[in-house]
């Protein structure tokens, strides 16, 4: 896949730096509407939408929903009403679902008012749905039957088109409550005229159309099939949640974590518009400048002893920069054990006291190492010894801070892989210097 | 899930401290072997090898399949030989591909001994694939039949045991050789003594074989099915590559991301053994030490500027974090991408122009609140004016890093994730050092 896309990319940049018609490839054709996505994503704005223009009509929904937010965004706000016409003719209730927030308000009743009832009826179902939970995100097409069908209704539902994904029928009663499900291979060898509800899969359970995504993907991969179905809490059956779906999510939650990690959202587009980005990036630069003050008040403690101690302010990196990696050595493992569900109350002391024995053998290690350089380099036994006192106590509190500070963000319910980084580096920079630079006034001066 | 099992995780633990034996749940009877995977990885290595004793023995296996390697061998290195004997008593070629790297070779050849001859045929077609590569994991539950059978022979097939995850059944020719697939929802209304062969459903693709992990994903994913069979180079029908093992290979992935931007691997032990968690952890801290080091050693050009302006060393931190965050956001988004395959030749440059205008917006915005503070604090425009030019060299000179270290690390097939943001923090500290206090020689003393 990525070599044809990166070819794409390649030729489509060239063509709008040249501006020569003739280098292009005819169409889009033979890519899937994934692919295309990738594809424009992959370009900046001009180009973008110069390839937009070779994005087969009928593609249009597909490749809009497979594309991220701030991405799409950039296409969408450039339509004509003629492509608008275009792309709401024909949508389902699933894709003005993902689509809607991207649409002005007219746009999205233009669209409603061209579905059919059941299309209509379905999207107001999911759009009653907040933005992380399951109902809002399920699939409808569905293969289902009266609870009372016999196998021979069966054997005639599966003659139709069937939709991807299909290991089972769903049954319901007359008033569209979910009462069970049908393996499809259990239909061979069956008597045409046996009733379905005999022939119920009793290990298959529905999964609640209020579940969390984050739920909703665990119990879905536990359950092993290809398609579960989703009930309301009345029980009626909502719609069903495919692999598709649960892969999407999958991906989605873990580019929001590694994004996190930088301040940054998942939908980040690679061209955003250079205003956007920086404004957007600036939030987290500023948060950073007021611990990175934090940390030069805590030197600025300290100013008298390092006029008299210069090795002191080349070292302080040092210090510093052992204690961030140390703690966040710690942090990534705790932040997987929380988002796996390992991490329990009970459970923290131990971690605690592994981590900090970590620390303290690695401290130990790093701080002689570093006193006998720091010694050798400034001609100082005294420094050496400074250094080395710090190193411990920093690798101590990084390993500290790294338990405790995902742990407590998790309580406080805020996202420890979005600012779980940041706190620890104020931590350990703060400790670090303090420490060094107090060590330092007390042994050195 | 996550209730339960952390009910059961608390559960473990306050047994194994006050030594209570009756405050245990009586066992693991209602638990997916995911499940008690993920409860044994949670557990201190006592309580771990206490909770194994109640894990039943007929799911030995699967349970140590589903946990992380690491975790696993903490169990595997305790057993006596009555437990390795329940173990490989009834192992299957995927099981035991799983788990021979983490069993004596001896034990290996018992289990293979123990296998019936068509599994061990399968374990060796699995084992002569390397660890990165789709052939090594297929799934050998298969609904094949010969290519010249007929709707009935597909129908006598389908009233046995039917593996799950079956959307499709497979044909193959007189030597092995993969011939197509049927969608098992067409032998629906179709004549009994019709050719399978009329059916081929045309869209679906093999894998190969030789793929890697990564690529077999992507196509898998691309697919939209629950199952896609896998063919050897020379076209005979391997096994089949389900979404159980795409859903296991792209968490794998991703987690192998995460853990790699602290240099950790994803088989890292929550309660891994102190002394190897720091012999591991060592190394990743010692490569920082040298990149701290180099930052010190240019601080340490200007040991004379730093001491008759002591303003400098308060405000190193500031130059070098604000650096620091500004160059990983782009790193972070530049990592995405390719991981993505977003990024190629062709787009570099777009984008390393976009990066350095954000950066430039960002750096001139903060040099000019940094600079005020500074300048308020000191109570000297110069100590301003100085640090605001450092920061705007910074923030471009991250910017560029950012854009281009990832991007040479993968040409290098170095991994960006593991190692980028080490590289980056080193050149934005010492880029930033060195503007900052060679600035500040030039105008300050």
Request: hydrophobic share 50%; aromatic share 6%.
């Amino acid at each position: 896949m990525s070599e044809e896309i990166s070819q794409h990319i390649d030729q489509m940049i060239r063509h709008d730096e040249d501006e020569s018609p003739d280098s292009l490839p005819d169409s889009f054709d033979e890519l899937e509407p994934e692919q295309i996505a990738l594809l424009l994503e992959s370009l900046p704005l001009d180009a973008r939408r110069h390839a937009w223009s070779r994005v087969p009509a009928e593609l249009y929904a597909d490749v809009l929903v497979a594309m991220r937010t701030e991405a799409r965004e950039s296409l969408l706000r450039q339509f004509d009403s003629q492509t608008l016409d275009q792309l709401t003719s024909d949508l389902d209730a699933e894709t003005l679902i993902e689509l809607a927030d991207s649409l002005p308000d007219e746009v999205v009743d233009i669209a409603l008012a061209r579905m059919d009832d059941r299309q209509r009826t379905h999207y107001e179902q999911s759009a009653s749905y907040a933005e992380d939970l399951l109902g809002r995100y399920v699939d409808h097409e569905l293969l289902v039957l009266p609870h009372n069908s016999r196998v021979r209704d069966a054997e005639r539902l599966m003659r139709r088109k069937v939709p991807e994904y299909s290991e089972h029928l769903w049954l319901v009663d007359r008033t569209g409550r979910y009462t069970g499900a049908v393996a499809i291979n259990r239909l061979f060898g069956a008597a045409s005229h046996q009733p379905l509800a005999e022939l119920y899969d009793e290990e298959l359970e529905a999964l609640s159309a209020e579940l969390t995504l984050k739920d909703a993907c665990e119990q879905f991969e536990m359950a092993e099939v290809a398609a579960l179905p989703v009930i309301t809490s009345e029980g009626r059956l909502l719609g069903r949640m495919s692999q598709r779906l649960a892969f999407e999510l999958v991906h989605e939650q873990y580019e929001s974590q590694l994004m996190a990690s930088a301040g940054l959202d998942e939908d980040e587009d690679l061209f955003a518009p250079v205003m956007r980005s920086s404004q957007r990036r600036a939030t987290w630069l500023g948060i950073n400048l007021l611990t990175a003050f934090l940390a030069s008040w805590a030197i600025g403690l300290f100013e008298a002893t390092l006029q008299q101690v210069v090795a002191l302010a080349v070292l302080m990196p040092v210090v510093a920069s052992m204690g961030g990696i140390a703690g966040s050595q710690t942090l990534t493992l705790i932040i997987r054990g929380l988002a796996l569900g390992q991490i329990t109350t009970a459970n923290i002391m131990p971690l605690l006291k592994k981590e900090l024995s970590v620390g303290g053998l690695n401290g130990v290690l790093w701080a002689l190492v570093i006193g006998v350089v720091a010694s050798l380099w400034f001609d100082s036994v005294a420094i050496g010894l400074v250094i080395g006192m710090a190193i411990v106590i920093n690798i101590a509190a990084a390993a500290l801070s790294g338990v405790l500070i995902p742990v407590l963000l998790e309580r406080l319910k805020i996202d420890p892989a979005l600012s779980g980084s940041v706190i620890l580096t104020t931590v350990t920079d703060v400790v670090g210097f303090v420490a060094f630079l107090g060590l330092g006034t007390l042994l050195l001066v």
